[in-house]
C-alpha cells in the first residue's frame, strides 16, 4: 500500500474520529449522569448542520455559521430538556431511549418540513491544503481534529477544576450519594444535557462541509456514536475519545484494505473490547443505575 493512500487515510479516520468524539461525548455524559439513553443528541448534531448550512448561505461566514449552528443546537436541547426529559428522568431507562427516539423522529420531520428532502452543499471555509510526508492533507481536516481536541482539554479542565463539574464527576459515580450531599442534581442534569446539545450541534457544523446535509445524517450516525460511546466506557471522557479515534481509523484504513470492512471491523472491535473488558476501555465499575 502506498505511504501517501495510508497517510491521507489516517488523516481522513482523525477528522472522522473528531466528529464522533463531539458527537458521542454528549450521549455518553447523558446516560453516566442522567442514566438515560439520549438519541435526540442526533437531531441536534442534524440541527447544527442544517443551520450551518443555511448561515452560511445567506452570510457567506462559515465560521459564525458554524458557531450558530452550535449555539441554536444547544438552545435546543435546553427546551427538550425542560419540556420532555424533565418528566421522564425518574422513569425507566428504556422509557427515556423510547422518548428520546420520539424526538428524534419528530425532529427529522421538521427538518424535512422546513429545508426539504434534497441534501444540501456546505462550503469547506479553508480550501487550502499543507504537504505531510510528502502527501498534500487538507488543512480543514487538520483544524477539525485540532478543534476535537482543544473540546476534550476544555471538557477535562470544567469537569476537574470547577465546582459544577466536580459534581457531575461525583453524579456520574453514583448520583444519589451526590443528591444526598444537598446539591440540586437537576441543576447539574441541565448544564450537562445543554453541553452535550451545543457539542452535537457544533460536531453537525463541522462535519457540514465534508458531507452533503441530509435529514438522515443523524440516523446514518446512529450506530457508530453507539460503538464509540460502548467502547470508550459510559461516562468516561477519555475513554470517548480514544475510542472515536480508533473506531475513525478503523473505519478509514479498513476501507483501504477491502471496502466492507469500514462497516464491519468496528463492529468486531467492539464485541472484542467488551470480551475483555465489559465496562469499556475506560468504563468505571462504579457506575450503576
Given at each position: ?17 473528531s466528529?464522533?468524539f ?11 449522569l ?10 441536534y ?5 442544517y443551520?450551518t ?8 461566514q462559515?465560521?459564525t ?7 441554536v ?14 418528566r ?11 422518548t ?31 504537504v505531510?510526508?510528502g ?23 470544567f ?16 448520583v ?9 442534581v437537576y ?5 450537562t ?16 462541509p ?7 445524517m443523524?440516523?446514518s450516525?446512529?450506530?457508530?456514536v ?5 467502547i470508550?466506557?459510559?461516562g ?9 479515534f ?12 477491502y ?10 472491535i467492539m ?13 468505571s465499575p462504579?457506575?450503576?443505575?
Amino acid at each position: 500500500m502506498e505511504t501517501q493512500l495510508v497517510i491521507s487515510g489516517i488523516i481522513y479516520g482523525l477528522s472522522m474520529g473528531s466528529i464522533y468524539f463531539l458527537l458521542a461525548i454528549g450521549l455518553s455524559l447523558c446516560f453516566g449522569l442522567m442514566r438515560i439513553i439520549s438519541l435526540d443528541q442526533l437531531l441536534y448534531y442534524s440541527l447544527g448542520a442544517y443551520l450551518t448550512y443555511t448561515v452560511q448561505v445567506a452570510t457567506g461566514q462559515m465560521w459564525t455559521a458554524i458557531l450558530v449552528g452550535a449555539c441554536v443546537a444547544g438552545a435546543a436541547s435546553l427546551l427538550v430538556e425542560r419540556i420532555v426529559f424533565r418528566r421522564v428522568y425518574a422513569r425507566d431507562i428504556t422509557f427515556t431511549m423510547i422518548t428520546s427516539f420520539g424526538v428524534l423522529i419528530g425532529g427529522v420531520g421538521t427538518i424535512k418540513y422546513i429545508w426539504g428532502l434534497i441534501p444540501r452543499p456546505a462550503a469547506i471555509p479553508i480550501q487550502a491544503q499543507v504537504v505531510l510526508w510528502g502527501t498534500p492533507v487538507p488543512t480543514y481536516r487538520l483544524i477539525v481534529v485540532a478543534l476535537s481536541v482543544l473540546v476534550y482539554l476544555g471538557i477535562a479542565l470544567f469537569l476537574n477544576r470547577t465546582i459544577t463539574g466536580k459534581a457531575i464527576r461525583a453524579g456520574i459515580e453514583d448520583v444519589d450519594h451526590v443528591e444526598g450531599l444537598g446539591i440540586d442534581v437537576y441543576r447539574l442534569f441541565t448544564v450537562t444535557f445543554v453541553l452535550a446539545g451545543t457539542l452535537s450541534g457544533l460536531a453537525g457544523g463541522l462535519h457540514a462541509p465534508l458531507i452533503m446535509v441530509d435529514p438522515q445524517m443523524g440516523l446514518s450516525a446512529l450506530a457508530f456514536v453507539f460503538m464509540v460511546v460502548i467502547i470508550g466506557g459510559l461516562g468516561s471522557i477519555k475513554g470517548t475519545l480514544v475510542s472515536a479515534f480508533l473506531v475513525g481509523q478503523v473505519m478509514s484504513l479498513g476501507s483501504l484494505v477491502y471496502a466492507p470492512l469500514a462497516q464491519m471491523a468496528p463492529f468486531a472491535i467492539m464485541l472484542g473490547i467488551l470480551l475483555v473488558r465489559p465496562t469499556g476501555l475506560y468504563g468505571s465499575p462504579l457506575l450503576k443505575r
